[in-house]
């Protein structure tokens, strides 16, 4: 059992974070997992064709099971959105007399697998990897699994402002639970942490499921890595068809946009799922603001859209009158 406690100032030092780097990590062992390649098989499928010619061996020991695993190549990420690039620059440069030590308390005395060798000493080669695997495996589909993780975080925010802590702990993961001012997550392990002005950093993931991932390592803030709500929905068909008697009334792309905000989705999300530019999905956004049909809602550099309780009633409206 890990065991977090929340000092009077920690609770003002919880952020949200999203790392493209974590779900590149995460989505290599998916491919490895029977009950993860379900869930997300038409990624799988699609994945482990384009990665076939790479030797994936140093991305999936760095990743052991239930033992300790590097934090250097999987760091809490810094910002409320990196960049993968920005990411990969950060492990290349990390010392490696720190490489070294995490690598082999991951795999002491002579267990060291030789696919871990070449990186022990020399993490800046772990950066070719990793930038194949995202760009053969994950960055054509990152738009997707990018606005995934940004719902989650406004839905985590928004639980957050309404409830405060029971609220934000009470539906992570059956395994975490809060109480008394501590955080409890059902693990092997048995540590506790006084955040003090620490804080926790909560990281939704798409490919993390079914178990969350803890860092607890003194130089790294305190992290929870968590499945993301609606990753079940993850790979459905993202156009979703609006009645024709709101098109009517409406228009049909702007019918369309509203029909699209049934989960958080950005400009940029909703103009790729729709095939529409992102100036004309602005003015549909602009006008169903004003009519009070969509909220937006800021998420770090990004304003996510959903649809108001009034879109709700309106989209659903015709299908009663069917």
Known sequence: MIEMRFGPRALAHVRFGISPLNELLRSVAVLDDAAGQALHLPWAIEARRRTAGLDLGALRALQPGERYSPDFVDPPPSSPL????EEIAAVAATAPEQSRAEILRAYPGDSLPSSLAPFVDDPAALADLLRAYWNRALAAHWPRVRALLEGDVLYRARQMADGGAERLFADVDPTVRFTDGVLRIDKRA?????LEERGLLFVPSAFVWPAVRVVTDPQWQPTIIYPARGVGTLWEPERTP??????????RVRAEVLAALDR??????LARALDVSP????????VLREAGLVHGH???RVVLYLRSAAGESLLAAPRAGA
Not at 279 to 286: E, P
């Open 242 to 251: 609006a009645p024709d008697a709101l098109g009517a009334l409406l228009g």
């Open 279 to 286: 100036g004309g999905v602005s003015q549909h956004l602009r």
């Open 82 to 85: 990196a960049e993968i690039d």
């Open 298 to 300: 800021r998420v770090g």
């Open 264 to 269: 958080p989705r950005s400009t940029t999300d």
């Open 190 to 194: 048995q540590q506790t942490l006084d």
